[in-house]
């Protein structure tokens, strides 16, 4: 079963930045639009980004708008979310998952159902 791999995370201070990867073995992220969520303790896990497959369209969460930008590269087949002005309450484990639907688009972030393939995570902790 395919399953996607997140890298990157790492222990911050506020303020600081970090960019998050997305990869896969044995598939092409290409065809597929990528989500981007998070768990933070004692939390249900929220969708933060989506970036669609063909036309690169993206979607955020609002708490992350103009702080987070969800990018992507086709010739290393690798998803992006770079993190910027992070702040404590952006301390979760981050998962990246693929778009279950056909076309490439982007489901809801709300729709958690609709992604698959998801990652065992990457931790991101901001702290002073």
Known sequence: ???????????????????????????????????????APGKGREGVSCINSADRRTSYEDSVKGRFTISRDYVKGTVYLQMNSLKPEDTALYYCARGGGGGGWCPSLNNQADFRSWGQGTQVTVSP
């Open 1 to 39: 079963q395919v399953q996607l791999v997140e890298s990157g995370g790492g222990l911050v201070q506020p303020g600081e930045s970090l960019r998050l990867s997305c990869t896969a073995s044995g598939l092409r992220l290409d065809n597929y639009a990528i989500g981007w969520f998070r768990q």
